[in-house]
């Protein structure tokens, strides 16, 4: 996109790429935070993929980027610190076990809750990392913790 488009139209401008830093370090590192457009979000460079997040969790606005990466189900989850809950790195799906109350015997079986945590998108250009917002219209539960009054991070004034 020109940059000046951008400036002009400052929709288009909150959902430009931004770049958050260098391929080599994440590598290393294996997670880093940004701001992008004012909003809060961790990345993770996980089995060679890279996935971006709100930063706090959906459930009660806790830090994700402290959290463990553990699979469930064969899916990369994010571990939240807070309460444990599991968030996909890919789809940021919260995921929970349920048993059939009336088949005690039955094993627990991990089920979704449904996108949760809004996922970013993630691309490589000449060894830098860049960001870009969802655009996706769907009120995501991670929203509340990223924007309006719960939001750590304000707009410059
Ligand atoms: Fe993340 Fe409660 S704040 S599980």
Not at 42 to 65: K, N, Q, T, W
Not at 94 to 118: F, H
Request: proline share 6%.
């Amino acid at each position: 996109m020109d940059p000046d488009d951008a400036v002009q139209n400052p929709e288009e401008k909150e959902y430009s790429s931004v770049c958050v830093g260098r391929e080599a370090d994440i590598k290393k590192s294996e997670r880093m935070t940004a701001v992008v457009h004012d909003r809060e979000v961790v990345i993770f460079y996980h089995r060679g993929e890279y996935h971006a997040m709100d930063i706090r969790c959906y459930h009660s606005g806790g830090p994700l980027h402290l959290g463990e990466i553990e699979d469930f189900d064969g899916r990369p989850c994010i571990v939240c610190p807070w309460h444990k809950f599991k968030i996909t790195l890919a789809t940021g799906e919260g995921l929970y076990q349920s048993i059939n109350p009336k088949d005690p015997s039955a094993k627990p079986k991990w089920c979704s809750k449904g996108i949760k945590q809004r996922i970013h998108t993630v691309t490589v250009e000449n060894g830098n990392i860049y960001v870009t917002l969802s655009k996706e219209p769907f009120k995501c539960d991670s929203d509340f913790y990223a924007t309006g009054k719960y939001k750590v991070i304000r707009s410059s004034p």
